[in-house]
């Protein structure tokens, strides 16, 4: 004798080993046994074989109408073996009841499950619901399919081209749309970037890398509502000193400036101006949730999105002849050790004389900076400024036991021609990190940074300063060490044009200026704000997600200068492992099987292709040098 019985949903046959008040033993074809309860057993049988059963049951119901069995069945409840009868005329075989209750089964729409064999139609509005959500999901089913293949064949139906855009970083999952162009990338094989470039969905990759950030990060564009202007610090003492900025040709946010005067032998005033937005962007303002909004300007080779509206920064930006109002730090201090002997913190207009630009001034060398006989462009200017940072920098070598190892080649990147055209070209623009010039800036950017983060600690105003301790760079609110620059601390201060953290500490800065030790009760933040802290969290994330952007719109025009050069081979220097760096571009890659070499090795490599979409570059070792 044999069994038919459910399993965890499932029909099974086997035969019948033993039997119990309330349990079978069953035996299946294999000679597995197994323990059953009688409440599962649909019914016995003896012909025919138990293997043999349910594929025979299989083909019959498949010629089994749903319908013709809805309108056959009782409106109540009935048994799958009594309607198999009625359908088959006679009283039905082992085979004609597994097929009738498969039939049933496989039609949810029609009857619905009332326990062991048993079933309930549908029904006739529960029905016609049911079924129209069938055909509504078959006829889906087809339009999505349809998609695909034209997706496949390299054909975009109009109805994907409003949202193809946002598959790659904001794909609704649940629409026919995506579900096609995902089964399309399945089917093709490639990747979601390369079938949409495929399909026209962008002219080119530099296209998708920018519509994507914009997209993720500036849905409403990158303009900015109309600024109601005022003269922002008109009665401001106008400062009688002649400053210079210094900065890129491409530079168009003038953040800081320098004026310089011996007012004995061997003393130095340094004049360190910062321009002053604080002033008008205060805390909670509509152009303070504006800048917030974006908490830095976002840098691309050719390109920019500013922080601050393009007014704001007209009415703020050190522009030579124009008078401005600017937070200046005056340091008077000996020229022969570089210690600090006096520094004072004012709010006043300046005027600069003359905003020099990197390259436009002529190569300044050391050596010309230390003879005073030497021509020299605004060497009155420089040659002073020039001496009291090398002290210093001697005075922070001395305080870290090392001097600072920043005597890299950095480059900047030109742009001619629109710098959203691939085709544009681009000239990659070497410059010694440690030059003159930069370091000149740099160390009096430091010591402004250094000194007003004292300031601030010295008057309890709260800030936010980085710190570096144990190789651990981090920003907080605690004024702490930072250990590569070798300075008690340090905040960022000196470009409230472009970061949100300098014009924060500004306006903390200006009040530690005008209160003194009342300072922490008038601050825009007070100590322990909530919401510094919270400040400190979102700008760190906004401003590596800004990086980002801009290493890697670097990396692809670095892949389009190689291209525009038409190199077949470069040098380059190992980093570590099978890491390299070009010696011509500011590019890192891997290379593969690339053998152990020491690091600062020079090989050869050859160029084999480029991947524009994957930022990436095929090299192969031609020789070690």
């Known amino acids: ?26 035996e299946s074809a294999s000679g597995k046994r197994s323990k ?7 019914f016995t049988f003896e012909q025919p074989s138990p293997d043999g059963l349910l594929p025979a049951a299989e083909t019959l119901a498949a010629t089994l109408d749903a319908g013709f069995l809805w309108e056959c069945a009782p409106q109540e409840e009935f048994e799958a073996a009594a309607l198999a009868e009625d359908y088959f005329g006679h009283p039905p075989d082992a085979v004609e009841k597994t097929a009738a209750i498969l039939a049933l089964s496989a039609a949810p729409a029609y009857f619905h499950r009332r326990g062991k064999g048993a079933f309930r ?42 949202v193809a855009a946002t598959f790659l970083d904001r794909p609704d999952k649940n629409t026919l749309e995506w579900k096609a162009f995902d089964a399309a990338v399945q089917q093709s094989g490639t990747s979601p970037e390369r079938l949409l470039l495929s399909l026209g969905v962008w002219p080119h990759p530099l296209a998708m890398m920018r ?9 409403r564009g990158t303009g900015w509502p109309p600024v109601d202007l005022q003269d922002w610090g008109a009665d401001l003492p106008q400062a009688q000193v002649e400053a210079y900025s210094l900065d890129d040709a491409s530079t168009t946010e003038i953040d800081d400036a320098l004026s310089v005067s011996m007012p004995e032998p061997g003393t130095i005033r340094v004049g360190i101006h910062i321009a002053a937005p604080a002033l008008a962007i205060t805390r909670g303002s509509a152009l303070d949730e504006q800048a917030r909004a974006r908490m830095s300007t976002v840098y691309m080779p050719g390109d920019k999105i500013p922080m601050l509206s393009p007014e704001l920064i007209a009415a703020f930006s050190l522009d030579e002849g124009q008078w401005r109002p600017a937070l200046s730090l005056y340091v008077t201090g000996r020229l022969e050790d570089g210690e600090v002997l006096d520094t004072e913190t004012r709010l006043e207009r300046i005027r600069v004389t ?11 060398t050391e050596a010309a900076l230390a003879d005073p006989d030497a021509p020299l462009p605004h060497g009155p200017w420089l040659r002073p400024l020039w ?20 005597d890299r080649i950095e480059y900047g990147f030109e742009i001619d021609g629109p710098p959203d055209d691939p085709d544009s070209i681009v000239r990659l623009v070497p410059r010694q990190r440690n030059a003159p010039l930069d ?17 601030l600690a010295r008057h309890g105003v709260p800030g936010i300063y980085r710190s570096q301790q144990m190789g651990r760079t981090r920003m907080s609110t605690q004024a702490l060490p930072h250990d590569s620059i070798a300075v008690p601390q340090y905040i960022w201060s000196t470009s409230p044009l472009r970061r949100y953290v300098d014009l924060i500490n500004q306006g903390q800065i200006l009040a530690a200026a005008e209160h003194g030790v009342s300072a ?16 400190i969290g979102a700008f760190d994330s906004q401003y590596t997600v800004w990086g980002d952007f801009q290493s890697s719109m670097e990396r692809y025009w670095c892949i389009r200068w190689l291209q525009q050069q038409g190199l077949k081979e470069v040098s380059a220097h190992v980093l570590r492992e099978n890491l390299v760096r070009l010696a011509c571009a500011p590019f890192v890659t891997r290379i593969n099987g690339l053998p152990e070499f020491e690091r600062g090795r020079e090989v050869r490599l050859d160029i084999l292709s480029y991947d524009e979409i994957g930022l990436d570059v095929e090299f192969r070792l031609r020789e070690a040098g």
């Open 121 to 162: 139609p549908a029904p006739p509005e529960i029905l016609q619901a049911a079924l129209a959500a069938i055909e509504k999901k078959r006829r889906q089913a087809e339009l999505q399919q349809e998609w695909t293949d034209a997706l496949v064949a390299g054909t975009l139906p109009d109805a994907l081209r409003p």
């Open 520 to 535: 922490r009760l008038a601050a825009p933040f007070k100590p322990k704000d909530a919401d510094l802290f919270a400040l």
């Open 439 to 455: 370091r000149l800036v740099a160390e009096y950017m430091i010591l402004a940074n250094t000194q007003w983060g004292g300031l």
């Open 1 to 26: 004798m044999h069994v038919l019985y459910e399993d965890a949903g499932k029909l099974k046959a086997e035969t019948i080993f033993s039997e119990a008040d309330t349990s079978l033993q069953v």
């Open 36 to 42: 059953i309860k009688r409440s599962a057993v649909l």
């Open 387 to 406: 001496q009291f940072a090398q002290a210093l920098c001697a005075v922070r070598d001395r305080t870290r036991g090392k001097p600072e190892n920043n």
């Open 211 to 219: 519509d994507r950030f914009l997209s993720a990060h500036f849905p």
């Open 354 to 364: 003359a905003n020099l630009r990197h390259g436009q001034i002529g190569e300044v």
